[in-house]
C-alpha cells in the first residue's frame, strides 16, 4: 500500500478528551478513530490489526474442531425471557429498540441464548453431539464506565465460542482443548508471558470458571498470584477451601493489576435445562446437553497490546499483528529504484507501507515509528551511492546498511526471527 493512498491521518497530540493510553497512541497513529466514549471506529491501519489478531484465533479454534458461524446483531426478547435475562435488572447492560409496529428488540450484548436456540434445530439426537461453533461479531453493551479506551467498548469484537456436548467427560476434554489453545493464541499475540490461566466463580453450576489475564496496569481487573505464578486467583474465589485445594496461603498470593482478554465458563445443563435442550441418548432417553462458552476480547486484546508495547515515539507491534512488516521510505528523487524496491517486497509476499509521500524524512521516520511497523527500510540517493538500503529494526537504535541484492532475503530472515 503507498502512504499518499491509505486512508489515515497521524496526529502530533492525543485529542484531550482522551484519558486512556491505548485510544491515545492508537488515534495519534491513525489506527482508531473515536465517535464518543466507548464508541470507536476502525480505519484501513486498524482493520489490518484486527483481522491479524482474528486470524490467530481462528487457526486456533478451527484445530480444535471450531466451525466458524455468524449470528445476528438485533435478537428477539423470547429468546432471552426462558433465562429471565431480557430483564434490565438481570443483566444491566442491555442496548433496547423497537420494530415500527412496537416490537421490543435488543442489540447482542451475548449470544448465548441466541446459539442456544439455533443449536436446538441442529441438534436431535446423541448422533448430532458434540457440536463446537464460534464467530467474530460486534457486542453492544451499555457499559456504564467507558475510560479504558477501546479496552471497554460500548461496541466491541468478541470472538464466542459455543459447545455442546454429550456429557460433562465430553465436555471436559474441550474445556482442556480450549485453554490449550487460548494460550497458543496469547502466546502467538506476544502477550503468553504476561498472560495467566485464573481461577474465578463458576457460577450455579460448577466451582470455578477460567479467565485469561494479562498483566497490564491499565487493565480493571486485580487479580492474586503467587511467587512462581503457579497459583492465580480472582478475588471472588479467595475464601479458606480454594487456598487449601491450590496449596497456598493467602499471605503468599500477592495483587496484581490485569485486564481479562478471554474467559471460558461451563454451563453444565443448567442453561439447557432452562431452555429445553435436549437429545435422544443411545438408550433412547432424553438428555440434556452439556454447554460451555468460551470469549475472547478482540479489540481488548488490540488495546491491550498497544497499552503494553510501546515507547516515546509511539506503539511497537509484535510482528504477527503489525498492520505492515516493512515500513519503505524514500529520500529524495529516487522514486524509479524504491518503486521497484516496493514491488519486489511485495512479490515476495512481504507487506509493506511505502511512504511515497513529498515530506521531511523525519515525519516519515516519525510516522514510520508512531504507526509501530516493526521494520523500516529507508531507500535514498545516498544510499544509492553503494548500491544499498538503509534497515532499522523498530526497537532499535541502530541502523544497518544493506545491499540492495541481499535486501530482500536479508528482512525475510529478520522478519522470521520476530514472529
Ligand atoms: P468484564 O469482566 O471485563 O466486564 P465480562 O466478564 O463481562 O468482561 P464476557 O462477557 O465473558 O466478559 O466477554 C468475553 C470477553 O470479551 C472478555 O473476557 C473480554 O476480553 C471481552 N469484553 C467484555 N466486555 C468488553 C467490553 N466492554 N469491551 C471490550 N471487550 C470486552
Ligand atoms: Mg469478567
Redesign the pocket.
Known sequence: MKRSQLFVKTLKDAPADEVAKNAQLLIRAGFVYKVMA?VYAYTPLGIRVIEKIKQIVREEMDAIGGAELIMTALQRPDTWKETKRWDDEVVD?WFKTKLKDEQELGLA??HEEAIIEMMKTHVSSYKDLPQYVYQFQT?F?N?LR?K?G???????????MYSACLDSEQHEKFYQDCIDAYMRVFDRLGIGEDTFVTFADGGAFTKFSH??QTVCDAG??TVYMNEDRTVVLNEEVMNDETLAEMNVTKEELKPVVT?????I?NFGTQKSEEMDFSFTNSDGKKQFVHLG?Y???????M?VIAEKMSDEKGLIWHANVAPYQVCLASIGDVSEQAENLYKELMKNGIEVLYDDRDVRPGDKFADADLMGIPIRVVISSRSLENNEVEVKMRESDDAEMVNLSDAIESIKRKLSALE
Open positions: 466507548g447492560v450484548w451475548s457486542k453493551r457499559e467507558s479504558s477501546i479496552m471497554r467498548g460500548r461496541e466491541f469484537v468478541m470472538k464466542d479467565e485469561f480493571e481487573d485486564a481479562e482478554v478471554g474467559n465458563f462458552s470469549g475472547i476480547g478482540i479489540t481488548r486484546v488495546g
